[in-house]
């Protein structure tokens, strides 16, 4: 991992420079992802037709099991990451970006 000058930005929360609550700061990346229903079906009725789910990951198509929706990740100052959770770093994070676009 590499963090140079031109990485550094706001706390994406509160818009306090990262090392105004010291020198600790974090990257919070959250992936949202969906079931593929059609391709979990497909995998789990070749499993029972062969028996064997090691067999079928190699016989079938091994389609991917779930899709990306979305992507949040942003930089976080030390009193922000410890003060919210996950799901409400989240909500703040998008209402940010909701804000700028
Ligand atoms: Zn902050």
Redesign the pocket.
Known sequence: MSFKRQDVKP?G??G?PLGHAGPIFHRVKVERLIFNVAAIREQAGLEMMLGSPLLASVMGPDRDLATELQTDEAL??Q??YLSHTLGELVDILNQHQEAEA
């Open positions: 706390c929360a509160c306090e976080v100052c009193t922000c």
